[in-house]
């Protein structure tokens, strides 16, 4: 379902900043702007590659021998690899099932890979136009501009797939976005109301990667953790 609701922002962020500024189609700023390689794109089938277990750990400030490393199950699409560190918390989420909410384990963890591998000649803006229009809080125009054309995509099926698209298109209004400055090219710290975990996405040169964290009830923890660990990466290509 996460993966679902993903694939509908990532269209919703697109489809909201199709009307970008005129100049971002020029062919020679395109190219001057996004001409740089980022030495972090040999790591995006590999994502456990970029840190260790016992880096990981230092960072989060716990005993490494508490952590587990989750390796992703092999996709050919980079987007959807990521390298989990996971221990354990005292703490429980509420989960919402068929026999009504229940309480569970909430695990702290550290997840860090979902490359996006920027091509040039199919992204006609220079990629940090681009990383603030994928990356923008949407807003209530966007979204009802968006269900409008989900539903015409959707015109052949049933209501209840036309109900759960809407539902989907209103769901974006949940996530936030806030510009991170001094990481990378550009970076972008995403909550939403929906959880207690935080995505840092970051762009370095043609390759935006995240680090996603949850590791207490206080966002603001997670962002610190999760600015650390993107430099740590990003340190690789020093």
Known sequence: MRLLIYTIIVLLSLFSCSGNSQTS???ASVKSSSKTKSCLSKY??????????EKA????????????VKEPVKM?????????????????TTVKTALGAMEVAQDNQIQIGSFKLLDS?????PFPEYFDGYYKNVTAEDAEKFDKKLQEELAEESETAKKIGTSISKMSLNFNYKSVSGIGDRASWETSTMGTDGHLHVLHGDVIFSVIVNISDDVNDSFDVAKKVANEILALCN
């Open 76 to 92: 050919k699409n980079p987007l959807y690899l990521t390298c989990t560190f996971r221990w354990d918390s005292d703490r429980t």
């Open 25 to 27: 189609t020029a062919d």
């Open 57 to 68: 750990a230092s960072i989060a400030n716990i005993d490494p021998e508490l952590v587990t």
């Open 44 to 53: 995006a089938m590999d994502p456990c590659a970029l840190l260790t277990k």
């Open 121 to 125: 000649e199919k992204i006609k803006q």
